[in-house]
T-cell receptor, first 109, second 113 residues
Framework: AQRVTQPEKLLSVFKGAPVELKCNYS??????LFWYVQYSRQRLQLLLR??SRESIKGFTADLNKGETSFHLKKPFAQEEDSAMYYC???????????FGKGTKLSVIP | GAVVSQHPSWVICKSGTSVKIECRSL??????MFWYRQFPKQSLMLMAT?????????EQGVEKDKFLINHASLTLSTLTVTSAHPEDSSFYIC?????????FGPGTRLTVL
């Protein structure tokens, strides 16, 4: 069975401080990992995926297969980063996503 | 980018009535659509996978006779909550898949009195 764990329900940081949203997963094969973001009163949208190895809005995430983690990081938080962040996993050959419970990021001005 | 719409955005109904929620992909064709349920302050729980022209695949614990899914075209899937009860009150979100990427609708808030 596949599982995604986001241990923090709420994370509060000051503007300009570094941010790390934790995500650990359980999957027997080689998964695809994603981070989705949901801003207030908006729909869920893809932030980044591990395959792309890209930086979006200053966020990066590295897949660590040894630690089965896919933590989301940003060196300097901005107020507009305040949102719900969901880590998600997709199994090989599958279309389905398994979501973590989400972490609410609050950036304090 | 790909846009997915849902209608209605919110609905209030009496217990025992049925409610239909539509999910449309506006600028792309989606052979696969997904229906999720989200409880307050909780994650999205996949209810079912809807494939155009075939029966939906339901997740364990989801009653197929309670949550009827129809995916009649490549741009439309519907979820009908039959004989709704207060415990069915929730936020229902659909997504449509294009090239294995999922694009999410804005969600429908269902309140059953």
């Amino acid at each position: 069975a596949q599982r995604v764990t986001q241990p923090e329900k709420l994370l509060s940081v000051f503007k300009g401080a570094p941010v790390e949203l934790k995500c650990n997963y359980s999957y027997s094969g080689s998964p695809e990992l994603f981070w989705y973001v949901q801003y207030s009163r908006q729909r869920l949208q893809l932030l980044l995926r591990h395959i792309s190895r890209e930086s979006i809005k200053g966020f990066t995430a590295d897949l660590n297969k040894g630690e089965t983690s896919f933590h989301l990081k940003k060196p300097f938080a901005q107020e507009e980063d305040s949102a719900m962040y969901y880590c998600a996993l997709r199994g090989a050959g599958s279309y389905q996503l398994t979501f973590g419970k989400g972490t609410k990021l609050s950036v304090i001005p | 980018g790909a846009v997915v719409s849902q209608h209605p955005s919110w609905v209030i109904c009496k217990s025992g009535t049925s409610v239909k929620i539509e999910c449309r992909s506006l600028d792309f064709q989606a052979t696969t659509m997904f229906w999720y349920r989200q409880f307050p302050k909780q994650s999205l729980m996949l209810m079912a996978t809807s494939n155009e022209g075939s029966k939906a695949t339901y997740e364990q614990g989801v009653e197929k006779d309670k949550f009827l899914i129809n995916h009649a075209s490549l741009t439309l899937s519907t979820l009908t909550v039959t004989s709704a009860h207060p415990e069915d009150s929730s936020f229902y979100i659909c997504s449509a898949s294009s090239n294995r990427e999922q694009f999410f609708g804005p969600g429908t808030r269902l309140t059953v009195l």
